[in-house]
């Protein structure tokens, strides 16, 4: 069985190159196809979704990777309820909001979870 990683990304994309760079290891990985990546976006890191990435810190590595998670064949998690979200529309990539119960469930399927 392959491995699957989950990146949880907290950090806030506009004070932090946290999440830049987790999207651009996210994408590294999975590009090699030996593990299965599932994105989770938490807090203001869901901006990273947003179509104008040019006030967030590290702004490349959100219009050159995302696409790439993109491909995966899975949608971007994001935090239900986030007030960002409605800053985010028309979103870059698919994405479905999920609770914390679902995220503990996509944890729990996942053979390592990755914070940033």
């Not at 999440?19 to 994408?27: F, G, L, N, T, Y």
């Not at 990985?29 to 807090?43: C, P, S």
């Not at 998690?77 to 999920?98: D, S």
């Amino acid at each position: 069985m392959k491995p699957s990683a989950l990146f949880i990304i907290r950090g806030d994309p506009r004070v932090s190159h946290r999440p830049a760079e987790a999207i651009r290891i996210a994408a590294g990985v999975g590009t090699w196809k030996k593990t299965d990546i599932t994105v989770y976006l938490h807090g203001p890191a869901v901006l990273a979704l947003s179509e104008f990435v040019d006030e967030l810190v590290d702004e490349d590595n959100y219009t050159r990777y995302l696409p790439i998670l993109g491909e995966f064949g899975r949608p971007i998690y994001v935090q239900a309820g986030e007030p960002c979200l409605e800053a985010i529309e028309p979103a870059t990539l698919p994405y479905e909001a999920i609770d914390e119960h679902r995220l503990a469930e996509l944890a729990a399927a996942h053979s390592n979870v990755i914070y940033f």
